[in-house]
């Protein structure tokens, strides 16, 4: 199973841990204590730095709750400052079943894809379209009132160059 899997009882104790989640924490064998809180296993994946202790404080709410919920956790600096998706939801007769997955790169590649929509590949200036939405802006914020200049720069020929070593129409 891709996805880091969790179940706790009505009680809030751990009955199931799949061993996909105790990799996504760096918890060690003899970390994953059936009958434990959800404090107390995620407490060696914060000494671990796998999750921050912030981070770690939230689930556990979340599991001690037992409402549904979704959340994201980036923790910047710690585990290559991946990006997991944590998914509560509440079973029957209580208790909770909690899944994480891994959505770095996922995040990632949205990022990537957000910025050469945004950019110029060949100079890496904001294109037409991050114009536009920063003119935008500006004219719907205050400081539309006060006195601006625009500088429009044309490039003679510009054109053979992006054809020849730019982007592909």
């Avoid at 920063?134 to 490039?155: G, H, R, V």
């Amino acid at each position: 199973m891709p996805h880091g899997l969790c179940m706790f009882g009505a009680d809030g104790r751990l009955a199931v841990v799949n061993g996909r989640f105790s990799e996504m924490m760096s918890l060690r064998h003899d970390d994953v204590v059936l009958g434990t809180g959800v404090r107390e296993l995620l407490a060696p994946g914060v000494a671990a730095r796998a999750i921050s202790d912030v981070s770690a404080a939230q689930i556990a709410s979340q599991v001690e709750g037992t409402t549904a919920a979704e959340m994201v956790t980036c923790d910047a600096g710690l585990a290559d400052d991946r990006a997991l998706e944590w998914t509560f939801q509440p079973m029957d007769g209580g208790g909770i079943v909690m899944l994480v997955e891994d959505i770095t790169e996922r995040r990632n590649a949205q990022a990537k894809i957000s910025r050469m929509a945004r950019f110029d590949d060949l100079t890496g200036l904001p294109n037409r379209l991050s114009f536009r939405d920063e003119i935008a802006e500006y004219l719907s914020s205050d400081k539309a009132d006060e006195t601006s200049a625009l500088l429009f720069i044309d490039l003679d020929q510009f054109k053979q160059v992006n054809d020849k070593v730019g982007n592909p129409s």
